[in-house]
C-alpha cells in the first residue's frame, strides 16, 4: 500500500465562529492530531494545561521563540499565542493528519514557513458566523466574558473578518451538523491528493 503524508488543516475564523468546535470533534473522532497552542493567558475555569493550552510564562514563551521551537507565533488580545514545531511535524511525517486552531496573524506566518513538508501539507480555512447578530449571540452565550471584553472581541472579530480572501477554502457557518459535515469533507479530499503519497 502507498502511504501517505499527513495534512496539516489550518483553521482560522473569529471567537465564536465555531471553529474550535469542528476542530476538536475532527480530533476526538480520532481523525487527526489537535495541535494544542501556547498561550501566556491565564487559564480560563475548567481550562487543563496540556489540553486547552499549554500555559507558558511570558519568559518561557520569548525563551521558546530565541530557541526557534515555534512554527508560529502572535499577540492577540493583549497575551501571546503560538505553536510549537514538536506538536506539527513528527505527526506530518508519520502520516497523522494535523488540525491547527489559529488566528489569521499565526496563518499568515504558517503559510511564509519555508518548510517544504509544511507547504505540501497545508490546507487553510477561515469560518465564519452566518452573521454580525450571530455573532454577537454566539460570544454574549458564552457566559464567561463580561461586556467589555465581548465589545472587545466583537471589534477584534470583526477585523479578523477582513482577512477571509487570505484563505484557500471558506465556510459558512450554518449548524453544527452541516459545519462538520463540510469540514470533513474537506478533510478526506485533501487525503486523496497525489501530491501527499509517498
Not at 518548510?115 to 477561515?126: G, Q, R
Request: aromatic share 6%.
Amino acid at each position: 500500500m502507498t502511504k501517505r503524508t499527513g495534512i496539516l488543516l489550518l483553521v482560522s475564523g473569529p471567537s465564536g465562529s465555531g471553529k474550535t468546535t469542528l476542530c476538536r470533534r475532527l480530533a476526538d473522532e480520532g481523525e487527526a492530531h489537535y495541535s494544542i497552542s501556547c498561550t501566556t493567558r491565564k487559564p480560563r475555569e475548567g481550562e487543563i494545561d496540556g489540553r486547552d493550552y499549554h500555559f507558558l510564562t511570558k519568559e518561557d514563551f520569548q525563551r521558546r521563540i530565541a530557541n526557534d521551537e515555534m512554527l508560529e507565533h502572535a499577540e492577540v488580545h493583549g497575551n501571546h499565542y503560538g505553536t510549537l514545531k514538536s506538536e506539527v511535524l513528527e505527526y506530518l511525517s508519520e502520516g497523522t493528519d494535523v488540525v491547527m486552531d489559529i488566528d489569521v496573524q499565526g496563518a499568515a506566518q504558517v503559510r511564509d514557513c519555508a518548510d517544504a513538508e509544511i507547504k505540501t501539507a497545508l490546507i487553510d480555512l477561515f469560518v465564519m458566523p452566518p452573521s454580525k447578530e450571530e455573532l454577537r449571540a454566539r460570544l454574549t452565550g458564552r457566559g464567561t466574558d463580561d461586556a467589555e471584553v465581548i465589545t472587545l472581541r466583537m471589534n477584534n472579530s470583526l477585523m479578523e473578518m477582513e482577512h477571509w480572501p487570505e484563505y484557500t477554502y471558506r465556510l459558512i457557518s450554518a449548524t453544527r451538523e452541516e459545519d462538520y459535515l463540510n469540514f470533513k469533507s474537506l478533510v478526506l479530499a485533501g487525503r486523496m491528493r497525489i501530491s501527499r503519497l509517498k
